[in-house]
């Protein structure tokens, strides 16, 4: 599989080292080794999803219960939140920190990915809510640190748009 276990391992222990001890996500090829690892680590509670919009209300429950958490996603699967997220996450002042695997960038093989991937720093921006992009090791640690941060600190929705250069190990 080219999805990147080094790449998934990086980004997981730094959720880790933020404080991260509980994560939500529905099955995604890009996230199959970050939701493997959480599965695995008896520190983790993993809470698979139905629908993405439901990690929003998991998310909110964990912050009020003292937790922090990470929602993990794709580009459609973040657009299918948008009403949780406005609705409860801006609304209320949750920290929401969400990784959004950004699909449809060049180099996408599959065109289903591609309207989402297109649509998805247009949406972020339109709601306000803060993103960097993780395209390279390098900055992983720093930026994950600094979005966390800033989700705790403003109690708002925060996004990490997980790139295919650094997600995807090209054959």
């Not at 996450?89 to 920290?95: S, T, V």
């Amino acid at each position: 599989m080219p999805v990147s276990v080094t790449s998934s391992k990086l980004i997981y222990d730094c959720l880790k080292d933020v404080g991260v001890r509980l994560m939500s996500a529905l099955p995604e090829t890009w996230l199959v080794h970050l939701i493997r690892m959480a599965e695995d680590d008896a520190d983790m509670q993993l809470v698979r999803l139905a629908k993405e919009e439901e990690g929003v209300g998991i998310s909110a429950g964990a912050h009020l219960a003292g937790t922090s958490s990470a929602m993990l996603m794709q580009n459609h699967g973040f657009l299918a939140s948008v009403n949780g997220i406005v609705s409860c996450a801006q609304l209320y002042r949750i920290p929401l920190l969400m990784l959004i695997t950004h699909r449809g960038e060049f180099g996408e093989r599959d065109p289903w990915q591609t309207e989402g991937g297109g649509v998805t720093e247009h949406v972020l921006d339109a709601l306000r809510i803060p993103y960097t992009k993780l395209d390279s090791p390098d900055h992983v640690s720093k930026r994950i640190h600094k979005a966390h941060t800033l989700a705790q600190s403003a109690s708002r929705p925060v996004a990490l748009l997980l790139c295919r250069d650094l997600m995807w190990e090209d054959a």
